[in-house]
C-alpha cells in the first residue's frame, strides 16, 4: 500500500534546463508536504515543503506546486545545475500532534544534471 | 556537535546476532525518529520520541526491535536476533516540535 508515489526512477536534465519531479499521494488526510534530497552515503537534506492550504511555494530555484484534486505535487528545479544531481524525495504527513514528523515517503527519484 | 549524529556508521552482524545503533540528536531537539530505508526505497518511520515519551511505535516490523531514550537526549535502536530483511540504513532524525526534521548520515547494516 504505496501511499506516496513517484513513478518515475529517473530523470536526466541537460544544465540550465527545468528539472520536474513529480509525487503522487493517496491519503486524503495528508496536509503538509516534503520534499528531500539526498547524496549518495549521506541522510536526507531538506529542501522545500508546503502546506495543503497553498498550491505554491518557491525558494530560490526551487519551486513546489500542489494540486490537492488531483493528489499531486511537483518540484521545479530552474535552471538546474550539475550538484542537483541527487535522489529526491518526496514526503507527506498528516495534522500537528504526534504525526508530526511521520512522514510516509515516496520511493525517490534519481536526478542527473549533464553538464 | 552540529547535526545529528549516528554510530557505527557501517556494521556488518551474522544472522542471529543482537544489534545496537545509536543516536545523538541535535542539541535541544525534543522529538527524535527512526527510519528504516531499504535499497531502492524510501525512508519507512519506525518510532518517535518526545523527549523520553516513546509516543509512536507503530512502524517497528517486529518485537525484535526496540528503541528506548532513557534520559530524552541519545537514543538506542536494538535490534535483537538479526535476519537478513533487517540489511537496510537506519536512520535517525531530529527536530524542535513542529519543525524541520534533521537527519543523520545512517546505520548502514547487513546481516549475512
Known amino acids: 500500500d504505496q501511499q506516496v508515489k513517484q513513478n518515475s526512477p529517473s530523470l536526466s536534465v541537460q544544465e540550465g534546463r527545468i528539472s520536474i519531479l513529480n509525487c503522487d499521494y493517496t491519503?486524503?488526510?495528508?496536509?503538509?508536504f516534503l520534499w528531500y534530497k539526498k547524496y549518495p552515503a549521506e541522510g536526507p537534506t531538506f529542501l522545500i515543503s508546503?502546506?495543503?492550504?497553498?498550491d505554491k511555494n518557491e525558494d530560490g530555484r526551487f519551486t513546489v506546486f500542489l494540486n490537492k484534486s488531483a493528489k499531486h505535487l511537483s518540484l521545479h528545479i530552474v535552471p538546474s545545475q550539475p550538484g542537483d544531481s541527487a535522489v529526491y524525495f518526496c514526503?507527506?504527513?498528516?495534522?500537528?500532534?504526534?504525526?508530526?514528523?511521520?512522514?510516509?515517503f515516496g520511493q525517490g527519484t534519481i536526478l542527473t544534471v549533464h553538464p | 556537535g552540529a547535526g545529528v549524529s549516528q554510530s557505527p556508521r557501517y556494521k556488518v552482524a551474522k544472522r542471529g546476532q543482537d544489534v545496537a545503533l545509536r543516536c545523538d540528536p541535535i542539541?535541544?531537539?525534543?522529538?527524535l525518529f527512526w527510519y528504516q530505508q531499504a535499497l531502492g526505497q524510501g525512508p519507512e518511520f519506525l518510532t518517535y520520541?518526545?523527549?523520553?515519551?516513546?509516543?509512536?511505535k507503530s512502524g517497528l516490523p517486529s518485537d525484535r526491535f526496540f528503541a528506548e531514550r532513557p534520559e530524552g537526549s541519545v537514543s538506542t535502536l536494538k535490534i535483537q536476533r538479526t535476519q537478513q530483511e533487517d540489511s537496510a540504513v537506519y536512520l535517525c532524525?531530529?527536530?524542535?516540535?513542529?519543525?524541520?526534521?534533521?537527519f543523520g548520515e545512517g546505520s548502514w547494516l547487513t546481516v549475512v
Open positions: 532524525a531530529s527536530s524542535l516540535v513542529g519543525n524541520t526534521i534533521y
Open positions: 491519503n486524503s488526510m495528508f496536509d503538509y
Open positions: 508546503i502546506s495543503s492550504i497553498k
Open positions: 514526503a507527506a504527513t498528516g495534522a500537528g500532534g504526534t504525526s508530526y514528523g511521520k512522514l510516509t
Open positions: 542539541s535541544g531537539h525534543v522529538s
Open positions: 520520541f518526545q523527549n523520553e515519551a516513546q509516543l509512536d
